[in-house]
């Protein structure tokens, strides 16, 4: 019903910045609340940010808050995660998450779709 499709991760230094897209496709809607999370090998799968129903609100993890914004772009069907000062403890598969639930959730089993996930690799 819903597809979403991550980039822009990558290697990149500890300091350093990376722009994550997430790409929906489908029966979308500019009221779904939207996610990102992540998740380290052998690890459970963490909360990073949520925006719900067009940006209207935004929420964080403390370990990314001030580093990190959650957007998007309504025309394009994209959201997209700013991530500043990155650290080795940011290493991880990232996801996308979306949910008709126009108010998001923290937690995975708050949303209905999910992306395939990008690799970011922070170096020190």
């Known amino acids: 019903q819903v597809q979403l499709v991550e980039s822009g991760g990558g290697l990149v230094q500890a300091g350093g910045s990376l722009r994550l897209s997430c790409a929906a496709s489908g029966r979308t809607s500019s009221r779904y609340g939207m996610g990102w999370f992540r998740q380290a090998p052998g690890k459970e799968r963490e909360f990073v940010a949520a925006d719900t129903r067009s940006g209207g609100t935004t929420i964080y993890a403390d370990s990314v808050k001030g580093r990190f914004t959650i957007s998007r772009d309504n025309a394009k069907n994209t959201v997209y995660l700013q991530m500043n000062s990155l650290e080795p403890g940011d290493t991880a598969v990232y996801y996308c998450?979306?949910?008709?639930?126009?108010?998001?959730?923290?937690?995975?089993?708050?949303?209905?779709?999910w992306g395939q996930g990008t690799q970011v690799t922070v170096s020190s």
């Open positions: 998450a979306a949910s008709p639930n126009p108010y998001g959730s923290t937690v995975p089993s708050g949303y209905a779709y």
